[in-house]
């Protein structure tokens, strides 16, 4: 066997292994473009999951607002708490709608942006939700509670109300995208199911740098 024909020999099984590398990245793409979708998916079903729940609270709460005209202080508060879930639901169907829109084969840029717009808009969604928390606080004053209600009833209540407008003030001061590598923001994330689109952006990110090497 002469030094060309070792060549040759040589060559054929580099065009070998080249090939099987090649399929084994294609088959790792499909894997992490599948898993991706999986992802996605599963954030949109726990998202349509809420989104019911709200809708059903919303109306739930209409119904005590159109027969209970008790007063003043349960309508304001009913109906302050009633348009912050009705904006949340919005905001829960327009991500419904990003996500769906979302084309993994036909474009890993405008898919990392869909899912980086939802990942913030979703983190808004639960910093607003936080500021209705004062509003449970005075649904149940009554005009003649409030005429008649003595030092004590206005020490408590009141400090009661400071508290949860603190609370609620500085949940949404510190539950910010910029504040997301605080453990505790991010435990509260996790919980919430935000983790599900960090794995996702994580896959699409393999799969981008996958077709930048394949073209380089």
Avoid at 23 to 42: G, M, V, W
Avoid at 88 to 94: D, P
């Amino acid at each position: 066997m002469n030094e060309q024909e070792l060549k040759s020999i040589w060559q054929s099984y580099d065009k070998k292994i080249d090939n099987i590398l090649e399929i084994n990245k294609q088959q790792l793409n499909a894997i992490q473009t599948e898993k991706a979708e999986s992802k996605i998916q599963s954030f949109i079903k726990s998202h349509v999951a809420v989104m019911g729940t709200g809708i059903v609270w919303v109306m739930f709460l209409g119904f005590l607002l159109y027969h209970a005209h008790v007063n003043i202080f349960f309508t304001v508060s009913l109906s302050a708490i009633i348009l912050f879930n009705v904006f949340a639901v919005l905001l829960y169907l327009r991500h419904i709608i990003t996500l769906s829109q979302v084309n993994i084969a036909e474009s890993i840029t405008a898919a990392q942006t869909k899912l980086s717009q939802v990942r913030i808009s979703y983190t808004h969604a639960g910093r607003v939700l936080l500021l209705q928390a004062p509003f449970y606080c005075t649904w149940w004053y009554t005009e003649d509670l409030v005429r008649n209600g003595g030092p004590l009833f206005w020490i408590v209540n009141l400090a009661v109300l400071a508290f949860f407008i603190v609370l609620s003030i500085y949940l949404f001061t510190k539950l910010s995208h910029q504040n997301k590598s605080n453990n505790w923001v991010k435990r509260v994330d996790k919980s919430l199911g935000a983790e599900k689109l960090e794995q996702a952006s994580a896959f699409l990110k393999e799969i981008d740098e996958f077709k930048k090497e394949k073209l380089s």
